[in-house]
């Protein structure tokens, strides 16, 4: 096959960013997704009101204005103090599509997450009452007062809290976001229920943990939930391109300052966005799927969430390339993770895309080329 047309698919999971990040990046994800789920995460302030949440798609409206059938559907950061009033209200308005968990100290930006999941039923009683979704970064950080160890951190979300708190509301709309293992694979496909869906990021399909160890740069690889086993990869593998409803499209796809990512303690990020879709196909390809493809990047998700497939299609033709470069951000008011972290910053910083490597030679070969 040397042609793929297919209604042009959704991204139920990216990192967007503010301020020059957001300007500057927004355009890789409206040009291949017509729809995009933004995490709330921002800093140093992320999106809990509603309020900010209308702030904040004003702003990626004004990012994407090249684009303007693309629309971000907005998510509100759930903290130990979040109201049940509000959330519903930014429901009901349209103005929030869903709530984001993120257990404090987790994952990037995450310390004004949830320090325990009881402390927010009241949250989850609302949601489940007026059908919104719950977004849940499905690691446990701390297990009686100790510190879960990174690689088993998903495995002990899904043997303690996510069975419980499936029971505890069983109308609730739940996504298992970025799973990693073949632990969620089998967790969500022994479930088989409309309520419970996973989002697949494209790095998880492509790099298993030997590949992260054994990079020149491991850092690049660095994202949280960590990359896992080969057969963790190869249970993703086949889930996320067997045609199964349970499983959509979500790239996790999180820029990271090259001058962050190389520093002391990189931060979990990998930004896949300049090849998204692309990527994808390589791998459904690989997998011998393509047929399969527009289920899981276009109609998957979409059903979930309760929302019409796209009218438009996106075409990709068989033409090797390869990211080239670097991707340049000036110096213009941001609220990007990591330029709040260092005040020191230069001028102008980079984005460095996963496939990109300073030596031609190594960059990644991505097989699908997107028309338009």
Sequence with gaps: MQKLTIRKPDDWH?????GAMLETLLPFTAKRFGRAIAMPNLSPEPVVTT??????????????????????????????????????????????????????????????????????YGVLEKLQSIGMPILLHGETVLKDGAEVAPMDREKVFLDTTLPQLLKDFPS????????TSKD???FVLNEKSPRLGATVTVHHLMVNR????????????????IIKSAEDQHALRKAATSGSPYFFLGTDSAPHLVSAKEGAKPPGGIFTAPAGIELYAQVFEEEG??????????LNGAKFYGLAPSEETITL?????TIDELVPISNGPSTSFDIAQDKSLGASEKIRPFGYDEDPAKRLKIQWYLQG
Excluded at 60 to 87: C, E, H, Q, R, W
């Design 14 to 18: 990216v990192h967007l960013r503010d």
């Design 51 to 120: 309020e900010q949440a209308r702030a904040y798609r004003k702003r990626v409206l004004g990012a994407a204005k090249d684009f303007p059938s693309f629309k971000p559907l907005m998510t509100l950061y759930l903290t130990d103090n979040s109201s049940p009033d509000d959330i519903e209200n930014g429901f009901k308005e349209g103005v929030a599509t869903a709530v984001k968990l993120y257990p404090a100290n987790a994952t990037t930006n995450s310390t004004h997450g949830v320090t325990d999941i009881n402390n927010v």
């Design 172 to 179: 609730l709309k739940v996504v298992l976001e970025h799973a």
């Design 184 to 186: 969620a694979v089998d």
């Design 210 to 225: 030997t590949d992260a160890e054994h990079a020149e740069k491991p850092a690049y690889l660095h994202c949280l939930p």
């Design 289 to 298: 799927k393509l047929e399969n493809l527009e289920a899981f990047a276009s």
């Design 317 to 321: 033709e068989k033409n090797p390339w």
